[in-house]
Nanobody, 115 residues
Framework: QVPLVESGGGLVQPGGSLRLSCEASRSIFSASTMAWYRQAPGKQRELVATITYGGSTNYADSVKGRFTIPRDNAKNTVYLQMNSLKPEDTAVYYC?????????WGQGTQVTVSS
């Protein structure tokens, strides 16, 4: 069983939108604060957004007002709705717990924002 599976990335123009999905195993998802991270080549991994099991959210300053991180506890799925995308949002996006489980990192999904 794959612990975390990210999907939904792609190539979009600046100003466009994408919705990423992360399907998690029940053991990872249940009662956990989930997070989206991103990493561009040559850069450190960056925490993008978090959401508690009860739905409280926090966002990095760089994405605040543009991204949202809803979750569906019944489906063990967390989403990242990305609007008003900028070239600097280009990265591989990963999900995990807010306190990440090292064994659970998935393949990520590539987001490229370019004209």
């Amino acid at each position: 069983q794959v612990p975390l599976v990210e999907s939904g990335g792609g190539l979009v123009q600046p100003g466009g939108s994408l919705r990423l999905s992360c399907e998690a195993s029940r053991s990872i998802f249940s009662a956990s604060t989930m997070a989206w991270y991103r990493q561009a080549p040559g850069k450190q991994r960056e925490l993008v957004a978090t959401i508690t099991y009860g739905g409280s959210t926090n966002y990095a300053d760089s994405v605040k007002g543009r991204f949202t991180i809803p979750r569906d506890n019944a489906k063990n799925t967390v989403y990242l709705q990305m609007n008003s995308l900028k070239p600097e949002d280009t990265a591989v996006y990963y999900c995990n717990r807010n306190t990440p489980l090292s064994y659970a990192w998935g393949q990520g999904t590539q987001v490229t924002v370019s004209s």
